[in-house]
């Protein structure tokens, strides 16, 4: 499984074709010499075909999160997926962040890599572009629907490096309140603890878990004082809301930028907050996340 490594205006990044187009590292040389570690990051050996491993960022399609049972029902049909997660009884993240994906076209500072599936449910093309270029590093999804017309969703799922001090900014309407299983149960009013309009500690957030629509503007500042940087991380497009997951030990942080809302497939009451696209054949939806480092001061 060889990583591919792209680098250019300060910035590090390897991405492995044959394991998701999963990123496999970023990292940022500050301009006082040293280079920080912005995504997690995890060598070759450490990759377990078909199963989870410590990567930095992977795609998530025809859906983001979970859908309950793996089940869904659309145009009068009932629908079943891989359970991926059957000790939660959901499937998860999506088919496509294990598969090999081709290398359409590389450069120096860019690749575009495409997976070709085509399944029982869904068969669609997705293609991962990554660019660095002078404002940041830019991970463009884009899905389009080969088989009979299906609700679609995107995302991607970041982790980002975070130590004592980290603080997270953002701003949206409303953030949901889930179940012991982290399928959304209702949408509150974001300002409620834990309050990221003016940044908030994450030290004290290990395990929280969390969906922000009417995410307005698309951009979640992540302040890491002890490394002296700042991460802003904004997203385009079909990417409308947030997901926002701390780790247990507080180490990495996902904010991911989605197109829906978990399980909405089977939460129609919650649609409002970041509905599905249903694609006909040959249609398309796409979503891009841009990250970008400075110096914290």
């Known amino acids: 499984m060889p990583r591919i490594v792209l680098s250019g205006h300060g910035y590090s990044l390897a991405v492995n074709p044959d394991y998701g187009a999963n ?9 006082a010499g040293a280079d920080i570690e912005i995504l997690r990051g995890c060598s070759d050996e450490a990759l377990q075909p078909g199963l989870p491993s410590p990567v930095g960022c992977f795609p998530l399609a025809p859906f983001a999160n979970r859908i309950d049972g793996g089940v869904f029902e659309h145009a009068g049909r009932r629908h079943i997926l891989p359970m991926n997660r059957p000790e939660e009884n959901v ?8 598969e090999p994906f081709e290398v359409v076209s590389q450069g120096e500072g860019s690749i575009a890599l495409l997976h070709r599936h085509r399944g029982e449910v869904f068969a669609y093309d997705l293609l991962q572009e990554v660019a660095i270029e002078r404002d940041g590093v830019v991970i463009r999804l884009e899905a389009t629907n080969r088989g009979a017309a299906m609700p ?3 995302g991607l799922h970041p982790f980002f490096r975070q130590e004592a001090g980290a ?8 953030r949901s309140q889930s179940d012991k ?18 940044g908030s500690d ?41 997901h926002l997951f701390v780790g247990p030990d507080c180490d990495f942080v996902c904010i991911e930028p989605v197109s829906h809302v978990p399980d909405v497939h089977n939460r129609r009451k919650l649609e409002q907050f970041g509905d599905l696209a249903v694609l006909e054949t040959g249609a398309v939806t796409a979503g891009e996340m841009r990250i970008a480092v400075s110096a914290l001061a």
């Not at 603080?167 to 409303?174: G, K, P, Q, S």
């Not at 992540?222 to 809301?241: C, I, K, Q, Y």
């Open 23 to 31: 990123l496999t590292g970023l990292s940022w040389r500050h301009p």
């Open 91 to 98: 499937a998860i993240h999506g088919l496509s962040r294990f």
């Open 152 to 154: 679609f969703g995107i």
């Open 167 to 174: 603080r997270l900014r953002l701003t949206a309407a409303v």
């Open 181 to 198: 299983r982290y399928l959304p149960l209702r949408f509150v009013a974001a300002r409620t603890e834990p309050d990221f309009t003016e």
């Open 202 to 242: 994450l030290e004290r957030l290990g395990g929280f878990d969390a969906h922000y629509a009417c995410w307005k503007p698309r951009i979640a500042i992540l302040e890491r004082p002890w490394a002296d940087v700042a991460v802003a991380v904004s997203a385009r497009g079909t990417f409308t809301n947030l």
